[in-house]
């Protein structure tokens, strides 16, 4: 068999190159044309050598396609994101330094950590399935080679060992002792369950969940962030621990832990009481504290529900009123109308579900209602003869808007004392997080000193999340999606689960040819590409890595 070119011409006398095979066939010499090379004429040599590599490359790949495997892709995305986000807030440096007080440990403490905190972000599960499929699922020339599930609890232990040390490195990264005085402290608490009835050690306790799961066993987190919703550090407490009692020497413990002369302590109203503000006060504490109005003696009422005695900050919208409380602190209250308005519809919802009990025919007065937001609506329950209370209907509408405020701190303005208060959502926020895309529970651990560890893990992600979203917001970027491209929508601001959800798409891909492995990746578009830019990460080359498939020689 044998190829050569040929110029054939048409009826109209023009010439073309063929490629043409001559082939045997039933011991007959035969030819046939593969390919047209294009026509003939001057200065078409250049064309037809072009021509003729671009076929002979069409061959070439042809050929080599024969010889490709590619088997499976691994997830390369989000690790592309931690380890920028690893090195930019210090954590490979505080691996380091752990790894470096126990010389006895023969494993990457900082690669299993990062794995850990990785799995948190693409897909949280146990540890035992992280050890079984997910270190597995990522590209692994950024893993720890052949991780043991001795190693990753190992690895818990000298989370739980270090946690202190953790939180105070994190702290100081980007601070100065100069320039640190006084620092506001957000600070609640939540519960978290185990898939357990089992009460074991100090820690897994039965007691009031906000989750209203009482058939499980919990823990009690509280959780310290900054005004710019950082965390800064967390408590772990029983499960039957009041919330009033975790205020016990935390602000020692802070400056103590931080290193800073002068703390303001911001709690919601679950923690406000007599008690928990003299031990706040015990600690030299200064505190802004949310303050339920209705706890307050009669006498004093009538001032601060009257609008009459309030500053407008905003005419009919936004009113505020300052007087001191029996402690000499200070009481500020504010009014909204937006909170108004929704302390209304709150209440009607209410007197909806009342009413429509009331026009049974049947009513057990036992059983008819039992939250006392709703009782208090009622009269003539405890004789069992229901009815609906008009005067306290007028009585509670009276209070719509109104929302009071203690605090201890003397320099700020009302305003500003208000604006910092507001600033607990953030908190709110990051218990969501927490719970719901970062799943720091259920909990599968039964010691104390795993449980903490495992909330390392959990905290060390939100850290990491929470830092992302302040870069995403700095930038001010939107989502980028084919509905948002519709100028009806408005556009909505890019989150990191958004981002990290497209990322997570980002493969590498092993590419096997002859003797050769040849890492190469997907394409990397859109809000992955945003991402990556808003925090400073390089986007890699399509070539990831070329090694020797082990056993081949040249």
């Known amino acids: 068999m044998a190829m050569y070119i040929r110029i054939t011409k048409n009826s109209k006398g023009e010439g073309y190159y063929h490629l043409l095979e001559s082939y045997w066939e039933d011991g007959q010499c035969k030819k046939r044309m593969l390919l047209s090379l294009g026509k003939v004429g001057e200065d078409k040599l250049d064309n037809l ?8 490359d069409l061959m070439t790949v042809t050929q080599m396609a024969k010889e490709i495997s590619v088997e499976q892709t691994f997830i390369l995305g989000p690790l592309l994101v931690l380890e920028k986000i690893f090195d930019l807030l210090g954590i490979n440096k505080i691996a380091e330094e752990i790894l470096a007080t126990h010389r006895k440990i023969e494993f990457d403490f900082r690669k299993i950590l990062f794995t850990l905190v990785l799995c948190r972000f693409v897909k949280p599960s146990s540890k035992l399935k992280v050890f079984e499929h997910w270190q597995k699922a990522f590209y692994p020339e950024m893993l720890e080679p052949e991780l043991g599930l001795h190693q990753i609890y190992r690895a818990l232990d000298l989370l739980a060992d270090h946690k202190e040390e953790i939180e105070k490195s994190l702290y100081w990264r980007d601070r100065n002792l100069l ?12 519960t978290l369950r185990f898939e357990s009835t089992k009460e074991t050690e100090n820690l897994r306790r039965f007691g009031y969940s906000k989750e209203m799961r009482t058939d499980c066993t919990q823990v009690v987190f509280g959780l310290l962030l900054d005004t710019e919703g950082i965390p800064l550090g967390f408590e772990v407490y029983p499960g039957n621990t009041f919330e009033g009692t975790t205020l016990t020497s935390i ?51 009538e001032d601060l529900y009257n609008l009459n005695n309030y500053n ?61 937001n709703y009782q208090k609506y009622l009269t003539g329950l405890s004789e069992g003869k229901p009815e609906l209370n008009e005067e306290v209907v007028k009585a509670q509408s009276r209070k719509d808007g109104f929302f009071g405020i203690v605090t201890n701190v003397k320099e700020l303005s009302a305003e500003q004392i208000v604006t910092n208060y507001k600033e607990l959502w953030k908190i709110e926020d990051a218990f969501g997080e ?14 104390d000193h795993r449980i903490v560890g495992h909330l390392v893990v ?40 958004e981002a990290l959800k497209e990322l997570t ?11 050769q492995t040849i890492w190469t990746r997907t394409d990397i578009n859109g809000n992955a590409v945003a991402l990556l830019r808003a925090i400073g990460a390089a986007i890699p080359p399509k070539i990831l890595k070329i090694t020797k498939n082990p056993g081949h020689t040249e």
């Open 251 to 301: 602000v020692t413990k802070i400056k103590a832990k931080f290193q800073v002369g002068r703390i303001i302590f911001i709690a919601d109203r679950g923690l406000f009481s007599k008690k928990n503000l003299e031990l706040l006060r015990a600690d030299d504490g200064e505190f802004i504290v949310g303050h339920r109005i209705g706890s307050m003696k009669a006498r004093h009422k």
């Open 179 to 190: 320039n640190i005085k006084t620092d506001i402290v957000l600070y609640d608490l939540t």
């Open 458 to 497: 959990c905290f060390l992600a939100y850290f990491c999340e929470a830092h992302i979203t302040k870069q995403l917001r700095e930038k001010n970027l939107t989502l980028e999606s084919p509905a948002i491209a519709d100028r009806t929508i408005k556009p909505r601001k890019l989150t990191v689960v």
């Open 312 to 372: 407008w900050l905003v005419k009919d919208e936004l009113a505020v009123f300052e007087t001191l409380t029996e402690e000499q602190d200070r009481l500020i209250v504010t009014w909204s109308r937006v909170r108004a308005e929704r302390d209304a519809k709150t209440r009607e919802d209410i007197l909806k579900k009342i009413k429509n009990k009331l026009s049974k025919k049947r009513v057990d007065p036992k059983t008819f209602v039992s939250n006392r």
């Open 434 to 447: 927490l719970k719901g895309t970062l799943k720091s529970r259920p909990i599968f651990h039964w010691t």
């Open 505 to 515: 798409e980002v493969r590498a891909v092993p590419v096997q040819i002859k003797n």
């Open 49 to 56: 050598a072009q021509a003729i590599s671009k076929h002979r």
